[in-house]
């Protein structure tokens, strides 16, 4: 079974402008989450969809925004880039999402650097 | 506010010995814990998980403990192996968490010593 994939896998912009990240999950898995790591931070929990609809979300800002397809494909939006935005971006994808005992498969990640 | 806590930045083993990585977390509502291996420029790859239903879940080289009283967990690798050099990431969740919301602590840099 091919795994989660992302696109593109890196990505340089200005402050001020917007990006569109790619998650494609594993075959069959339902659940999308995103994460942002960062040196500071770590591994930080953007948002889940499951069936199309927005489940879950961090504590970030409305800057940062998702959706995902019917083919539970899912796509992540920032936009107003700030500098504090660069970062690792992960997907991961889990078969059902919900309760914790549903383990997350991450890709490979997004490498966003914001000039 | 950082929910899972990892406090050893960095660990260095000689490859054939036991590695312990630690891990603390702070809410008990948390139920479902798990250990990522992470490499630099990948996401992290899942390696073991453990319900707050047991203390002990083993996978081969790897065995996590868990010590619900004390908010503890841990990762034992048996033996080390140059392989297993890599930046350890727990994470945590449950009700109340928020669903399908993993909590991660900041890493643990595993170096193994041939």
């Known amino acids: 079974k091919a795994g989660v994939t992302q696109t593109p896998r890196y990505l340089i912009k200005t402050r001020g402008q917007q990006v569109t990240l790619s998650c494609s999950p594993i075959?069959?898995?339902?659940?999308v989450s995103w994460y942002q790591q960062t040196p500071g931070q770590g591994l930080q929990f953007l948002f889940e969809?499951?069936?199309?609809?927005?489940?879950n979300k961090g504590n970030f800002p409305g800057r940062f925004s998702g959706r995902q397809f019917s083919n539970s494909r899912s796509e992540m939006n920032v936009s107003t880039l700030e500098l504090g935005d660069s970062a690792l971006y992960l997907c991961?994808?889990?078969?059902?999402?919900?309760?914790?005992?549903?383990?997350?498969?991450f890709g490979p990640g997004t490498r966003l650097t914001v000039l | 506010d950082q929910q899972v806590k990892q406090n050893s930045p960095s660990l260095s083993v000689q490859e054939g010995r036991i590695s312990i990585l630690n891990c603390d977390y702070t809410n008990s509502m948390f139920d479902y814990f798990l250990w990522y291996k992470k490499y630099p420029a990948e996401g992290p790859t899942f390696l073991i998980s453990i319900s707050s239903i047991k203390d002990k879940n083993e996978d081969g080289r790897f065995t996590v403990f868990l010590n619900k009283s004390a908010k503890h967990l841990s990762l034992h690798i048996v033996p080390s192996q140059p392989g297993d050099s890599a930046v350890y990431f727990c994470a945590a969740s449950g009700d109340g968490a928020g669903a399908n919301n993993l909590f991660f602590g900041t890493g643990t840099r595993l170096t193994v010593i041939p």
């Open positions: 075959s069959g898995h339902r659940s």
């Open positions: 991961a994808s889990s078969p059902r999402g919900g309760r914790g005992t549903d383990t997350q498969y």
């Open positions: 969809y499951f069936s199309e609809t927005q489940r």
